[in-house]
Structures are given as structure tokens and as C-alpha cells.
């Protein structure tokens, strides 16, 4: 499995990707129900979308609420991720950009997409994402999320 994603890893990076074979080889390693097929990319999420009608997509983006909603529900994506210039001063500390903005989430909230986020190591931000119902984190600190995670769960 590790060979054949490396191969269509090199694949993407030419720009020769081959949508049907990827979604065969998640399929062939029984990895279908475990992906999520996210990508900057909205041609390439349609072209992933159309062979593959199951597949959780996420769509990344650097627009605003008012493009980036309504393109992922046209992809029928379950996620949504942005990341905005327009999110608080303390906010901008990350190499992989900035953190969604109140707005945004809220939009996304509202529309029925789910938002996605990257948090690395700072436990107050991974806070200020889960109180604002962000459902699904990009993290380099699993461990810190699992923490975090755990004290919610047993509040519930």
C-alpha cells in the first residue's frame, strides 16, 4: 500500500493523476471508509466525486465563506476548511497559514458542512476550535488532541 501511494503521490506532483486508480487502490486496501480525500484543488474533488460517489471529500481553501460554501456543497463535500487573513492578531502564528475565522465556521455551520482545521501544538487554540465546532482537526500533536478530546467526552 505504502508503494502504490507513492507512486500516485508522484503521480499528482507531475500533474498526471490518475483519479481511477487511486480510488482503486483505497479500495484494494480497504481504505475507502477510513479516507478522506481532501485537496485545494475543486476540479480535482469533482473528478474524485464523480467516480467515487461514497468517498468523504474536504475542501481547502484560502476564499471566503461566500465562494468556498457554496463550491463544497456543490462537490457535495462533507468538510470545509479556510484559512482567512481576517482571523485575530493571536491568531496568526502558524507556518500553514491562519485559522478560520468566526465567520467562516459559522457560515459553514449553518449551510451543513462540517469544519476542518490545523492546530499544532497550542492547547488554546485547539480550545477556541472545538468550542467554535470545528469536527475535524490536521494536527503534528495527536497526543495533545487525544488530551483535549478525552476532557470534552467526559464532560458529555
Not at 471529500?57 to 456543490?74: D, E, H, Q, R, W
Not at 487573513?85 to 502564528?93: F, G, S, T
Amino acid at each position: 500500500a505504502q508503494q502504490a501511494a507513492h507512486h500516485l503521490l508522484d503521480g499528482l506532483l507531475i500533474g498526471a493523476f490518475d483519479v481511477r486508480r487511486f480510488i482503486q487502490t483505497l479500495q484494494e486496501h480497504d481504505l475507502m471508509h477510513r479516507a478522506i480525500i481532501s485537496s485545494y484543488n475543486p476540479f480535482m474533488l469533482h473528478r474524485v466525486r464523480k467516480h467515487q460517489k461514497d468517498v468523504e471529500l474536504a475542501l481547502l481553501t484560502m476564499s471566503p465563506y461566500g465562494i468556498a460554501v457554496p463550491l463544497a456543497k456543490k462537490l457535495q463535500a462533507r468538510y470545509v476548511s479556510c484559512v482567512m487573513p481576517i482571523a485575530k492578531r493571536w491568531q496568526l502564528r502558524y507556518l500553514r497559514g491562519v485559522l478560520p475565522s468566526e465567520s467562516f465556521l459559522y457560515w459553514a455551520q449553518r449551510e451543513g458542512l462540517e469544519a476542518m482545521a490545523y492546530c499544532e501544538e497550542d492547547r488554546d487554540t485547539l480550545k477556541w476550535l472545538m468550542k467554535r465546532g470545528v469536527t475535524l482537526f490536521e494536527t503534528n500533536k495527536p497526543a495533545l488532541l487525544r488530551e483535549e478530546l478525552s476532557k470534552v467526552h467526559k464532560k458529555l
